[in-house]
């Protein structure tokens, strides 16, 4: 098992929290959680060791895609780089937004 740490900048603009996923074989689970600071962290634990630039390419796509502060963690049981961003978009998804 190997337990990776990534901090991107971000801002804060939604509210709440999601868990979507399992960790099963081939999949990963994702917990996410709004952040009031000016960055997303993230931890990661795999069971697939040595994919740490992989991840961080990931994740940093999903970042500057939604840079919204959130605090992550990421349970990952072999995933790839497209079920990782699904499965991130999909939290992201069902957090709700924050009022008009």
């Known amino acids: 098992m190997q337990e990776l740490k990534f901090a991107f900048p971000s801002t804060p603009l939604r ?3 999601a868990h ?3 960790v099963a074989s081939g999949d990963l689970e994702v917990l996410m959680t709004a952040s009031t600071g000016a960055q997303t962290d993230i931890s990661v634990i795999t069971s697939v060791d040595g994919y740490a630039a ?3 390419a990931t994740l940093e796509r999903f970042c500057s ?3 919204v502060a959130l605090r ?3 349970n990952d049981f ?3 780089p497209g079920m990782v961003l699904l499965r991130m978009q999909q939290a992201l998804d069902s957090m709700e937004m924050p009022d008009a």
């Open 15 to 17: 509210k709440g929290r």
């Open 20 to 22: 979507v996923g399992v």
């Open 54 to 56: 992989i991840w961080d």
């Open 65 to 67: 895609r939604n840079p």
């Open 72 to 74: 992550v963690q990421i």
């Open 78 to 80: 072999g995933a790839t």
